[in-house]
């Protein structure tokens, strides 16, 4: 069962219940998120190395149903999600590591819209499952967009799973395939499929903005635009790069990507996981040494003094034909919150630490929140690639 000590960055969205046709242009849902923090011993480095060894899993072994574990991270994401129509509003987990749309049978309200089909559906997560009934029914994830009859689970059963309604998925497709208990070779449309499918949306395309916290008050602000880009959010163009296989697969937002600090390769050119459920970067070799930096024992990331921040160079991610740059203050966690994860007040602690298993061995690096609040990432399905651009926050100094 999942440890109910964690800090939560809950992103909510603002819900309109009503159907209206969204014309086909991309529809952007603003969000606010807040990170709720523990007294507990877990710890955002423990928690995101679970998770990234869960994605793994989930890759070699899809036929036996195992997916990411929902809390293995720090940085939840909630969305609230009217399903039904008249719609009922749920706290549902925004994740890219899963794909299906779930709810709790003790919390569904059934209208005269939603329609049971009678199929077992069932999700075994790392250290958790969810089990129930396959209903079809209106979703609707913002003004304008709502889905007619798409597939969710109603589960009367769930295990390890607690403090949230459901979950809403928005990985690729293929994540879905085995979650049917007679169609185990189908895969079941993810709500984002449905929206183009039924013509909301003209492109198959996912935009998330972050931004990092610039305030003690835990409250940040965000975007997701549900069929395309919103080119306010970032600057010139999105540089698009292919998914690539993992394993042998492609249920991720995989990458290729060399990675270099200041004039020193860490990491040639190998695959890894873009996930907005790790909080962390997670890199197989080479930055502690580099950055000289110790391992702290509180925390368990790593931890440098003044000097040594000061001396940072750049940590760069050259994925396509494009360089991601963090500077120094990127690759640092915000220091009006060291308190809320154990660590000392004036300490500087690294957001970049080592992914516990050698180079090849599974993915070399996963790519999580805190990279993300710096850039703007795409997400095409119907290309199976994703696209990152800068942000007025790329090169901000917060931390």
Request: aromatic letters at 12%; proline letters at 4%.
């Amino acid at each position: 069962m999942f440890p109910t000590a964690f800090f939560t960055l809950l992103l909510v969205f603002s819900i309109n219940g009503s159907l209206v046709k969204a014309g086909n242009s991309p529809i952007s849902v603003p969000l606010t998120s807040r990170l709720y923090f523990s007294n507990g011993t877990d710890n955002l480095l423990e928690r995101d190395r679970a998770r990234v060894k869960a994605l793994m899993d989930s890759g070699m072994r899809r036929q036996s149903l195992v997916n990411v574990p929902l809390t293995n991270s720090y940085a939840r994401y909630f969305l609230a999600v009217g399903i039904g129509n008249p719609p009922t509003t749920y706290n549902l987990i925004l994740d890219s590591g899963s794909a299906n749309t779930w709810v709790r049978a003790s919390k569904y309200v059934a209208t005269g819209a939603s329609f049971c089909t009678g199929q077992p559906v069932a999700v075994i997560y790392k250290s958790a499952s969810f089990s129930g009934i396959e209903w079809l029914d209106y979703v609707t994830v913002g003004p304008g967009l709502t889905v007619v009859l798409q597939s969710i689970g109603v589960a009367d059963q769930t295990a390890g799973l607690r403090h949230f309604d459901g979950v809403i998925g928005i990985g690729p497709v293929a994540l879905t395939i085995g979650s049917l208990q007679d169609l185990r070779t189908e895969p079941i449309p993810t709500v984002t499929d449905s929206l183009f499918g039924q013509g909301t949306i003209s492109e198959n395309v996912i935009g998330i903005f972050f931004q990092p916290y610039i305030s003690p008050l835990l409250e940040n602000t965000g975007q997701i635009t549900f069929g395309g880009t919103d080119p306010t959010k970032y600057n010139g163009n999105i540089g698009y790069t292919p998914i690539v296989n993992i394993r042998g697969s492609q249920s991720f937002w995989g990458v290729n990507s060399r990675i270099t600090y200041g004039n020193k390769v860490i990491l040639r050119s190998t695959a890894g996981i873009v996930d907005c459920g790790t909080t962390l970067i997670l890199i197989a070799t080479g930055y502690q040494r580099e950055t000289g930096a110790v391992y702290d024992r509180a925390t368990k990331l790593l931890t440098i003094s003044e000097d040594k921040y000061d001396a940072l160079h750049n940590l760069d991610f050259y994925i396509g034909e494009q360089t991601y740059s963090l500077n120094r203050n990127a690759q640092i966690w915000p220091r009006s919150l060291n308190s809320r994860i154990h660590g000392e007040e004036r300490s500087i602690y690294l957001v970049v630490s080592d992914i516990g298993t050698s180079s090849g061995v599974d993915d070399d690096f996963t790519i999580g929140y805190v990279f993300l609040q710096r850039f703007y990432i795409a997400y095409d399905a119907t290309n199976a690639r994703v696209g990152f651009a800068t942000t007025a926050f790329t090169d901000a100094t917060t931390n």
